[in-house]
């Protein structure tokens, strides 16, 4: 069961062009969205990331639009550069937690690659 | 430098024998995690760890062990019980609440 659903798999931009990339939810108690960047033979690395109670936060190119009553968020790469090509994956974090530690889990979703042509 | 150290970088692994990855941080981290990567999958959850001496099974636990005697180490052992072990597997840490997870380099593992 996947609890988190990222479209597309892959996307093909050209240089200076918009990427978007959706990702959907369905558990409300998720209460942290980061979305991570990870490029051929690395660990991904966390690119952006948002609070439910906020719409919508930028950093420089990079964008996420969250969409809480539709359970939805996005990232959308502006003036995307062939620098920007690599794999994409949006997270969650589930609160919920055992034992004594409070840090809940990350969870994933599927990954979009995402190739920019010069 | 702080982060998250993952070893080795390649393995190689004949069929019906155990192999232990291993992983270290040195972020003080309570919260530690084990992903497999395939591709088209995205990161699947194997084993997580919030704490020292405790553990829990992710979604694709089967075939695989872990130990958190210290905090810093989290290794993984993929058994002869997992029929598909080839993949890339990736460590990470999480900060205090999980608000971001420190991943390392990945360790990709082949069935020969």
């Known amino acids: 069961q996947q609890q988190v659903k990222q479209s597309p798999q892959s996307l093909i931009v050209q240089k200076g062009g918009i990427s978007i990339i959706n990702c959907a939810y369905e558990n409300t108690a998720f209460d942290y969205f980061p979305w991570y960047q990870q490029f051929p033979g690395k660990g991904p690395a966390l690119l952006i990331a948002?609070?439910?109670?906020?719409s919508e936060k930028k950093e420089g190119r990079f964008t996420i639009s969250f969409n809480k009553s539709a359970k939805q968020f996005s990232l959308h790469i502006m003036d995307s550069q062939p620098g920007d090509s690599a794999t994409y994956f949006c997270?969650?974090?589930?609160?919920?937690?055992?034992?004594?530690?409070?840090?809940?889990?990350?969870?994933f979703g599927q990954g979009t690659t995402l190739q920019v042509k010069p | 430098d702080g982060g998250i150290t993952q070893s080795p970088k390649y393995l190689f692994r004949k069929e019906g024998q155990n192999v232990t990855l291993s992983c270290e941080q040195n972020?003080?981290?309570?919260?530690m995690y084990w992903y497999r990567q395939d591709p088209g999958q995205g990161l699947r959850l194997i084993y997580y760890s919030q704490i020292v001496n405790d553990f829990q099974k992710g979604d694709i636990a089967e075939g695989y062990s872990v130990s958190r005697e210290k905090k810093e180490s989290f290794p993984l052992t993929v058994t002869s019980a997992q029929k598909n072990p080839t993949a890339f597997y990736l460590c990470?840490?999480?900060?205090?609440?999980?608000?971001?997870?420190?991943f390392g380099q990945g360790t990709r593992l082949t069935v020969v």
């Open positions: 997270a969650a974090r589930d609160p919920r937690s055992r034992g004594s530690s409070n840090t809940g889990k990350l969870i």
């Open positions: 990470a840490s999480g900060t205090p609440m999980n608000t971001e997870a420190f």
């Open positions: 948002i609070r439910p109670d906020v």
């Open positions: 972020l003080n981290h309570d919260a």
